[in-house]
T-cell receptor, first 115, second 111 residues
Framework: DSGVTQTPKHLITATGQRVTLRCSPR?????VYWYQQSLDQGLQFLIQ???????AKGNILERFSAQQFPDLHSELNLSSLELGDSALYFC??????????????FGEGSRLTVL | QQQVKQSPQSLIVQKGGISIINCAYE??????FPWYQQFPGKGPALLIA?????SEKKEGRFTISFNKSAKQFSLHIMDSQPGDSATYFC??????????FGQGTTLQVKP
C-alpha cells in the first residue's frame, strides 16, 4: 500500500459527459502528479501541483482540468468525454516538488471507460 | 527533448535467464533515472534508481547501467523469476520533480 488513495476505482460513462477523479496523497506529501495510462501511450504526464499551486503541465487536454485543495487532496476533472479518453488515470505524490524530489508514490488508479 | 524511449515493448525470458530493457533520453537536464515496476491492477512502484554521476547501481538481482555520454541506461534482471513478470517503465526526472516515462516493457518469465 503506497498510501495514495484514488477514487473511484472504476467509472463507466457516456461520451459528452463530465467526471471527477479524486486523489488523496500520502500524509505530508505536498506534490501531486496526474498521469494517464493507455495501452498505446504508456504513462503520460498530465499535470503537477505543489502545495496548492500548479507546478508543471504536460500533455493535458483543454477539456481536462485539475486542482489541489488546502487539505492537499487533488481532483482531476474530465469534461466533454470522448471514446479516446478511456484509460487508467493515476495519481502520484511526493514530499517535495523540485530537483530533490525522490520517489513518486502511485495510487492504484481510476479506470475510466467512455461508451 | 522531453521524450524517453524504451525498448523492447515486450520480452519473454526463461526462468533463470537475464532480462535486459533499454532506455534512451534526450534532455541532458534530467537528473535522476528510476525504474518502476507495475503489476496488473496496481500502480507503478519504484524498483531501483540511479543518478547520472554513477555508471552502475545494483540492488539484489536488479542492476541499472548508465551511460551518460550516450544518454542511455538499461535495467538488467539477473536470474529472472516468474514473479518478476510485470510491466517495467524507465523514467527520467525533470526540474519540477515530475517523471517522464518510457513506453513500458511487458516482461514474461516462463517457468
Amino acid at each position: 500500500d503506497s498510501g495514495v488513495t484514488q477514487t473511484p476505482k472504476h467509472l463507466i460513462t457516456a461520451t459528452g459527459q463530465r467526471v471527477t477523479l479524486r486523489c488523496s496523497p500520502r500524509s505530508g506529501d505536498l506534490s501531486v502528479y496526474w498521469y494517464q495510462q493507455s495501452l498505446d501511450q504508456g504513462l503520460q504526464f498530465l499535470i503537477q501541483y505543489y502545495n496548492g499551486e500548479e507546478r508543471a503541465k504536460g500533455n493535458i487536454l483543454e477539456r481536462f482540468s485539475a486542482q489541489q485543495f488546502p487539505d492537499l487532496h487533488s481532483e482531476l476533472n474530465l469534461s466533454s468525454l470522448e471514446l479516446g479518453d478511456s484509460a487508467l488515470y493515476f495519481c502520484a505524490s511526493s514530499p517535495t516538488g523540485g530537483t530533490n524530489t525522490g520517489e513518486l508514490f502511485f495510487g492504484e488508479g481510476s479506470r475510466l471507460t467512455v461508451l | 527533448q522531453q521524450q524517453v524511449k524504451q525498448s523492447p515493448q515486450s520480452l519473454i525470458v526463461q526462468k533463470g535467464g537475464i532480462s535486459i530493457i533499454n532506455c534512451a533520453y534526450e534532455n541532458t537536464a534530467f537528473d535522476y533515472f528510476p525504474w518502476y515496476q507495475q503489476f496488473p491492477g496496481k500502480g507503478p512502484a519504484l524498483l531501483i534508481a540511479i543518478r547520472p554521476d554513477v555508471s552502475e547501481k545494483k540492488e539484489g538481482r536488479f542492476t541499472i547501467s548508465f551511460n551518460k555520454s550516450a544518454k542511455q541506461f538499461s535495467l538488467h534482471i539477473m536470474d529472472s523469476q516468474p514473479g518478476d513478470s510485470a510491466t517495467y517503465f524507465c523514467a527520467a526526472r525533470g526540474n519540477t520533480g515530475k517523471l517522464i516515462f518510457g513506453q513500458g516493457t511487458t516482461l514474461q518469465v516462463k517457468p
